[in-house]
């Protein structure tokens, strides 16, 4: 009784093993083989060749920009007719993100007074007093209603007065400015780059014949990949515009800067490469990019003016992307470990056929005790086996 008891105990000490049969069944045969042929081109074709398994990847990109540019355009406003940097550049310090002007309208010599307001200006018109309620400011306009109704100059159409900066801003009929030399201004992009995890940086310039280098070279794919200044006409051209039509009513191009970076090769190769899209809207209703600012100044009286723009131009947004990789021992095991546990697939799949599709059944599972009594019966004597045997 104790014996049997303790039976069940001794099935914690059983251990299962493989036991391979070897068949003679061609199909199954070339079916195992061919599935080998097929994980290992998998493993060297697209893990290793394409996707480059055996190396960790670092995606996580540290950048800074530094944008510049430099140009010199005649003008036509009150407070000068030659335009630089400081005056079409917005922001003036470099960045990210800057718009370069390209066309204005000025309305000079505002003062805050009392005027008609714009016809253009929805809900302005009036016929009388009483379609001006004093104190309300007028929906996209440019003052407050004094309460009287006035005929606007050289125009038969009655506008509400207001009381704001006039004059009021002129229309986008009337002539405006156009920045001409503004196609060949250039655009200077200073990128510094570091992935941490390699403990690697980079930049976009060379370090060999800076700073004179700069002031000569003009970026080119083949010749002067290396050189950070882009003149502002090739910029547009490559985002898809056509600079003499954009230029008029403005527009928004994305720079899109791309470092592609393997350390396993050397790091000289890890160079930036630039595209340039259009970011824009080809909607009529929302195509350009435009923005209003003033300039404030003081007469003798001590009365304060400005002079309004409603500018045009780019908007030129400069992005950083960039991946790093480099060998990796533990990403290698891992990803030839878990393709080669494929391989159980395909074993499983002609043990299936085996089993279940062959005519001829073959023995898959055996216990090993009945393999051992097999064993101690050849060893027995052959008046002992026919004993044990009864």
Same mark, same amino acid.
């Given at each position: 009784?104790?014996?049997?008891?303790?039976?069940?105990?001794?099935?914690?000490?059983?251990?299962?093993?493989?036991?391979?049969?070897?068949?003679?069944?061609?199909?199954?045969?070339?079916?195992?083989? %061919?599935?080998?042929?097929?994980?290992?081109?998998?493993?060297? $074709?697209? @893990?290793? @060749?394409?996707?480059?398994?055996?190396?960790?990847?670092?995606?996580?990109?540290?950048?800074?920009?530094?944008?510049?540019?430099? $140009?010199?355009?005649?003008?036509?406003?009150?407070?000068?007719?030659?335009?630089?940097?400081?005056?079409?550049?917005?922001?003036?310090?470099?960045?990210?993100?800057? %718009?370069?002007?390209?066309? =204005?309208?000025?309305?000079? !010599?505002?003062? *805050?007074?009392?005027?008609?307001?714009?016809?253009?200006?929805?809900?302005?018109?009036?016929?009388?007093?009483?379609?001006?309620?004093?104190?309300?400011?007028?929906?996209?306009?440019?003052?407050?209603?004094?309460? #009287?109704?006035? &005929?606007?100059?050289? !125009?038969?159409?009655?506008?509400?007065?207001?009381?704001?900066?006039?004059?009021?801003?002129?229309?986008?009929?009337?002539?405006? #400015?156009?920045?001409?030399?503004?196609? !060949? =201004?250039?655009?200077?992009?200073?990128?510094?780059?570091? =992935?941490?995890?390699?403990?690697?940086?980079?930049?976009?310039?060379?370090?060999?014949?800076?700073?004179?280098?700069?002031?000569?070279?003009?970026?080119?794919?083949?010749?002067?990949?290396?050189?950070?200044?882009?003149?502002?006409?090739?910029? @547009?051209?490559?985002?898809?515009?056509?600079?003499?039509?954009?230029?008029?009513?403005?527009?928004?191009?994305?720079?899109?800067?791309?470092?592609?970076?393997?350390?396993?090769?050397?790091?000289?190769?890890?160079?930036?490469?630039?595209?340039?899209?259009?970011?824009?809207?080809?909607?009529?209703?929302?195509?350009?990019?435009?923005?209003?600012?003033?300039?404030?100044?003081?007469?003798?009286?001590?009365?304060?003016?400005?002079?309004?723009?409603?500018?045009?131009?780019?908007?030129?947004?400069?992005?950083?992307?960039?991946?790093?990789?480099?060998?990796?021992?533990?990403?290698?095991?891992?990803?030839?470990?878990?393709?080669?546990? *494929?391989?159980?697939?395909?074993?499983?799949?002609?043990? @299936?056929?085996?089993?279940?599709?062959?005519?001829? &059944?073959?023995?898959?599972?055996?216990?090993?005790?009945?393999?051992?009594?097999?064993?101690?019966?050849? &060893?027995?004597?052959?008046?002992?086996?026919? &004993? =044990?045997?009864?």
């Amino acid at each position: 009784m104790a014996r049997r008891c303790s039976n069940p105990l001794l099935y914690l000490f059983n251990y299962t093993t493989v036991r391979y049969v070897v068949t003679q069944n061609k199909i199954v045969g070339l079916l195992y083989r %061919f599935f080998q042929l097929i994980i290992m081109c998998y493993l060297i $074709g697209w @893990v290793f @060749v394409t996707k480059k398994g055996y190396q960790v990847v670092d995606d996580t990109i540290e950048s800074s920009v530094v944008t510049k540019v430099k $140009g010199i355009a005649r003008v036509n406003t009150t407070f000068s007719d030659l335009w630089g940097p400081e005056e079409y550049v917005i922001p003036d310090h470099g960045g990210k993100f800057l %718009f370069v002007v390209t066309n =204005f309208i000025e309305t000079p !010599n505002q003062t *805050l007074t009392t005027c008609p307001e714009s016809p253009s200006v929805p809900f302005s018109t009036c016929t009388h007093d009483d379609n001006c309620t004093e104190g309300e400011a007028v929906r996209a306009g440019n003052g407050i209603k004094t309460g #009287t109704c006035r &005929k606007t100059d050289g !125009n038969e159409t009655n506008t509400c007065e207001i009381y704001g900066w006039c004059p009021t801003e002129k229309p986008r009929r009337e002539a405006a #400015t156009m920045l001409r030399e503004a196609e !060949n =201004f250039t655009v200077y992009i200073r990128n510094f780059i570091k =992935f941490s995890q390699f403990n690697l940086s980079k930049t976009n310039i060379l370090k060999e014949g800076y700073p004179s280098y700069i002031k000569t070279c003009l970026h080119d794919e083949i010749h002067h990949p290396y050189c950070p200044v882009f003149r502002l006409g090739d910029i @547009v051209s490559k985002a898809g515009y056509r600079f003499e039509e954009v230029a008029a009513k403005g527009g928004s191009i994305g720079i899109v800067i791309k470092w592609s970076c393997d350390f396993d090769m050397d790091t000289s190769d890890c160079h930036p490469q630039y595209s340039f899209m259009s970011m824009g809207s080809s909607t009529p209703v929302t195509a350009g990019y435009n923005f209003r600012f003033a300039r404030y100044s003081s007469d003798a009286a001590g009365r304060t003016h400005r002079n309004l723009y409603k500018v045009y131009g780019f908007q030129l947004n400069v992005m950083v992307f960039g991946t790093a990789s480099q060998f990796s021992i533990i990403h290698t095991i891992i990803n030839v470990a878990s393709v080669l546990t *494929l391989m159980a697939v395909g074993s499983y799949i002609c043990d @299936v056929i085996l089993l279940f599709m062959v005519k001829k &059944k073959y023995a898959k599972f055996e216990s090993l005790i009945k393999a051992d009594k097999e064993i101690a019966l050849q &060893k027995m004597p052959d008046h002992s086996k026919r &004993k =044990f045997s009864h």
